[in-house]
């Protein structure tokens, strides 16, 4: 079982940055590649980006290269995002998960998620 807590939400303006903190439980959270997820109102649950388990490969969605980065500390059971240069449509509340699969940009594929943090960037 692994257990995950999102935090680093807020409120910012345009241009700003935030970094978010998926904090994990579990002795084995190195052995599980952890993922970022954001939905928006109305919208579908969407891919943000995934750092794998060994080798820390990392993967973005296209619209994040360049202003998003995602690093994990396995001492402390944390994967990070960290978003620069936000813009008004990366409003959404945002989950971390974590899967066993070693690459995976997939929501069904992962199996543990956190409850959530909002994110919400004003024009």
């Known amino acids: 079982q692994v257990q995950l807590v999102e935090s680093g939400g807020g409120l910012v303006q345009a241009g700003g940055s935030l970094r978010l903190s998926c904090e994990a439980s579990?002795?084995?959270?190195?052995?599980?590649?952890v993922g970022w997820f954001r939905q928006a109102p109305g919208k579908e649950r969407e891919f943000v980006a995934f750092?794998?388990?060994?080798?820390?490969?990392?993967y973005l969605r296209d619209s994040m290269k360049g202003r998003f980065t995602i690093s994990r500390d396995n001492a402390k059971n944390t994967v990070y995002l960290q978003m620069n240069n936000l813009k008004p449509e990366d409003t959404a509340v945002y989950y971390c998960?974590?899967?066993?699969?070693?690459?995976?940009?997939?929501?069904?594929?992962?199996?543990?998620w956190g409850q959530g943090t909002q994110v919400t960037v004003s024009s």
């Open positions: 579990g002795r084995t959270f190195s052995s599980y590649t």
């Open positions: 998960a974590a899967t066993p699969l070693r690459y995976s940009t997939v929501a069904s594929t992962y199996n543990y």
């Open positions: 750092i794998s388990w060994g080798d820390t490969t990392t």
